[in-house]
């Protein structure tokens, strides 16, 4: 039987801490009151403790999405249909001028594939997971139209990280064969994520419905060969034909996600590396759309000579061995491979990178 040994405390069996527990009746603060009074060591103990609280507590709302007052989609989930051929996703990111942008996106119901041979019932944004890569300009005027395909099963939303606005206002959820336009200036530089906003909204992220906008600044950055990623994880079950559909109770902590990626396909690089010049620069950008896991971006073989929090150039760190992204954030990083060779790009959470997000560079 697994114990945990506090170090001025007793040792409990994990049957004796379910029970400790239990005597709190599920709540919180009671809890670290009663562990304190017992001379356990809360600090060394509170990670076990939401652990076991949220293997025993159900979620207080589980429908949760970007705007309050939108209506949740429930129980909704993608329906297997007849797979696309895989694609690798391009990660070279294309330039931009400064300027008004008018952007559209159309939420589609697609059956993708995650991994060799694993297909995946997803919603997407342009058929597409993740969704196409956006660039515009610190400044810039963006004229954003959303649709929903009129096939689609479900309604849908987009929340733009690089936006400031009232949620309720325009990241609205729409209804299949509708849309939805509406304006917002880019104030920001950075690696910004977009989503479907709609609740749950856990498993529109988790079904596919994310991608990156990237933010110039205005002063614009120096010349590099540039690539962007988007990691995310994917908790899967058994559906139909043989095809994947999202697991939602995996997606909420109780069991663990089957592949964690960039750009939607385990190892997809590692088959056909990306090729990029030895001994000129490079850059990074990297958006963790989750939606749980997180990312250690690390270059194996390379130094990162200077890492932007969020990919704002204000946010300059330098010397860097790796860099860290929460579920929802964005980073760049800048670097040079001077010899040639086969570069391994990786979350350097092993773990995961065992279970797809790893990218070969291959430096010429």
Request: proline content about 9%.
């Amino acid at each position: 039987m697994s114990t945990y040994q506090f170090p001025t405390g007793p040792t409990l069996a994990a049957d004796e801490l379910h029970h400790f527990l239990e005597a709190t009746g599920g709540d919180r603060r009671a809890f670290f009151r009663r562990a304190a009074a017992l001379g356990l060591a809360v600090p060394a103990f509170g990670g076990l403790a939401q652990r076991a609280f949220a293997q025993e507590t159900p979620p207080e709302d589980g429908y949760v999405g970007s705007d309050p007052q939108s209506p949740s989609t429930g129980e909704s989930s993608p329906v297997p249909s007849k797979p696309e051929a895989f694609t690798q996703y391009d990660p070279h990111l294309p330039t931009v001028e400064a300027g008004e942008k008018d952007i559209r996106l159309v939420a589609k119901d697609a059956t993708v594939f995650v991994a060799k041979d694993v297909p995946y019932a997803a919603w997407t944004f342009d058929g597409t997971v993740p969704g196409p890569a956006l660039r515009v300009v610190e400044g810039d005027k963006i004229n954003f139209t959303f649709a929903i395909d009129p096939t689609a099963t479900t309604s849908h939303s987009v929340d733009f990280h690089s936006a400031q606005t009232p949620p309720e206002v325009n990241y609205k959820t729409i209804l299949p064969g509708e849309e939805f336009s509406w304006s917002f200036t880019a104030n920001y530089p950075g690696a910004f994520m977009y989503h479907c906003g709609t609740p749950p909204v856990l498993m529109h992220i988790g079904a596919g419905m994310y991608g990156s906008m990237i933010v110039d600044p205005k002063e614009r950055w120096s010349p590099a060969q540039e690539l962007v990623f988007v990691q995310s994880d994917f908790y899967l079950a058994d559906g139909e034909n043989g095809i994947k559909v999202p697991d939602y109770t995996k997606m909420l902590g109780h069991g663990n996600m089957d592949y964690v990626v960039f750009n939607g396909h385990a190892n997809q690089y590692v088959a056909n590396p990306i090729k990029v010049k030895a001994g000129e620069p490079i850059r990074i950008f990297v958006t963790n759309a989750g939606p749980n896991a997180w990312c250690s971006f690390h270059v194996v073989g390379a130094i990162f000579d200077a890492g932007y929090l969020n990919a704002n150039p204000k946010n300059k760190m330098v010397g860097l061995q790796s860099m860290a992204i929460g579920p929802g954030d964005g980073i760049c990083v800048e670097l040079t491979l001077h010899e040639p060779g086969l570069y391994p790009a990786v979350n350097h959470a092993f773990g995961h990178a065992a279970h797809g997000a790893i990218a070969l560079l291959h430096a010429e």
